[in-house]
T-cell receptor, first 114, second 112 residues
């Protein structure tokens, strides 16, 4: 079975541009979460979606947005990119997004903002 | 607020040494506690978890006990191997909440 897949694996953008990152969860998983991992730090929660509805949002500006599609895949959009947005963006899926549920992570999209 | 503090690395040990990576947390209510591991070139994966006080999570020879009285969830292994070299993250999920809060991670190097 395929794990969580993310695309692209690497991305280079310039300040002010917009970016869209994509995630396909494990088959049967209905919850998708997005995390930002800055080099040398732990992942920070951005969003969680379950059944196409936003269930939670972390402390990120409105430049960050996301959505989940009927097939449970998800996109993360970041507008007006800043240098500080350079990070590894991780997508994780789980069956129903319960608080004690195991998360399955993708390998991430490495975003570099120049 | 909710937070996780874990010992800073890198931690360097010889093969077959005893490992402890300290983790303490601050949370309201009764969070679930996790250790995730990130092997070189791989994605984050769950190592073990505990969902209530005094629970012990274990996997691959690693153990951690949920200690509510000391708000700790220290990771231990009796005899480490070179293949255990990775970054280890302590994490919590607040009760009735869905996000996971991660510590900063501890890089572990095991020398042959």
């Amino acid at each position: 079975d395929a794990g969580v897949t993310q695309s692209p694996t690497h991305l280079i953008k310039t300040r002010g541009q917009q970016v869209t990152l994509r995630c396909s969860p494990i088959s049967g998983h209905k919850s998708v979460s997005w995390y930002q991992q800055v080099l040398g730090q732990g992942p920070q929660f951005i969003f969680q979606y379950y059944e196409k509805e936003e269930r939670g949002r972390g402390n990120f500006p409105d430049r960050f947005s996301a959505r989940q599609f009927p097939n449970y895949s998800s996109e993360l959009n970041v507008n007006a990119l800043l240098l500080g947005d350079s990070a590894l963006y991780l997508c994780a899926s789980s069956l129903v997004g319960a608080s004690d549920e195991k998360l399955f992570f993708g390998s991430g999209t490495q975003l570099s903002v120049l | 607020g909710n937070s996780v503090t874990q010992m800073e690395g890198p931690v360097t040990l010889s093969e077959e040494a005893f490992l402890t990576i300290n983790c303490t947390y601050t949370a309201t209510g009764y969070p679930s506690l996790f250790w995730y591991v990130q092997y070189p070139g791989e994605g984050l994966q769950l190592l073990l978890k505990a969902t209530k006080a005094d629970d012990k999570g274990s996997n691959k020879g690693f153990e951690a006990t949920y200690r509510k009285e000391t708000t700790s969830f220290h990771l231990e292994k009796g005899s480490v191997q070179v293949s255990d070299s990775a970054v280890y993250f302590c994490a919590l999920s607040p009760n009735r909440d869905d996000k996971i809060i991660f510590g900063k991670g501890t890089r572990l190097h095991i020398l042959p």
